[in-house]
């Protein structure tokens, strides 16, 4: 970094004029006094000029370190939000996928509902058909029981 003439103030070197009307100054002190009085000054802007110096580079450095923490904020922040959004899509699937489920085991739950009272219907039909044939076969019985008992007597006259 480039160190600043002392005499330049805010970045302007100081006009001519005043560089003249600080060396009359200067001519009018006895030289025992100006030499005093000048190393004095040039040490005591050494020490400020050096103290400003390391309080802006220490400020500067602050200010990088806060820069370094808002740009690291900022990416968190924008990965947090991508994660959220991203999560937020996520939901949204599952909740989509679990509203085609639920209308799944509905319609499955209808249909099992059906099936089973088929089945009952069809077990009614079976056990009706049944008492049927229980029926036939017990007229086919008394049938045959007449038959033989006409094929006795057809016998019977027979003789």
Request: no cysteine; hydrophobic share 25%; aromatic share 2%.
């Amino acid at each position: 970094m480039e160190e600043p003439d002392p005499r330049e103030v805010n970045g302007n070197s100081q006009s001519e004029s005043e560089d003249a009307t600080e060396e009359s100054a200067v001519s009018s002190r006895d030289e025992s006094e100006v030499d005093t009085t000048e190393v004095e000054t040039r040490q005591e802007y050494g020490s400020d000029e050096e103290e400003l110096r390391g309080r802006l580079g220490v400020k500067d450095n602050h200010i990088r370190e806060l820069y370094d923490r808002i740009t690291a904020s900022q990416l968190a922040t924008d990965e947090a939000r991508a994660a959220l959004e991203a999560g937020e899509g996520r939901v949204r699937s599952l909740e989509e996928d679990r509203g085609r489920l639920r209308e799944r085991i509905r319609t499955l739950e209808e249909e099992a509902s059906q099936r089973r009272r088929r089945r009952e219907g069809q077990e009614r039909q079976i056990e009706r058909l049944e008492r049927e044939l229980d029926r036939k076969d017990g007229e086919i019985a008394r049938l045959n029981h007449v038959l033989e008992l006409r094929a006795e007597e057809t016998e019977a006259f027979g003789r």
